[in-house]
């Protein structure tokens, strides 16, 4: 069945199903080479579908992880690309997104900016998504994130303890 011929239900459904998938994959210890290209796929596959029926919160969300995949494959260019779209994106609807999506969208730059090499950038953003962090209303999100920011930056965590 060609892609245009899916509903919006369908669409929807691949798209949570391929996001979760991603997640697995991402944190499944030792990934093969094979696994790295599923990953990747997995990643792009969700959010196609989501860009078919979903939200603009969603299609952030997507750019964050297709940002986080290339991040954790060692891929600087396409990471830094995702991050910026993730930002874009939530910058446009800050209305139709959760409390937590800005923020991540930050993470998502200051973590592709570590990897590429830009400590400067990688703490610019860090601020940015520190600051944010602090309005996320539900303790167990923002929690989430906090861990996510204390990985990004070894020579931060070693500062600050």
Known sequence: ??????????HRRLGVDLFNKT?????????TPEQDDELLHCAHASAYHWLQVGAIAT????????SRVYTVLGRTEPALHHARR????????PDALADFDLPFAYE???????????????????????IATAQIADEDDRAIL???LASILPSERRERT
Request: glycine content about 6%.
């Open 108 to 130: 998502a730059l200051a973590r592709a900016h570590a990897l590429a090499g830009d400590e400067t950038e990688a703490r610019d953003w860090l601020g940015h998504a520190r």
């Open 146 to 148: 906090e861990a996510d």
């Open 23 to 31: 997640w697995v994959l991402l944190e499944t210890a030792d990934r």
């Open 59 to 66: 299609r952030v969300r997507s750019e964050w992880q297709c």
């Open 86 to 93: 993730c930002l874009e994106l939530a910058e446009s609807a």
């Open 1 to 10: 069945m060609p892609p245009d011929s899916l509903g919006a239900g369908e």
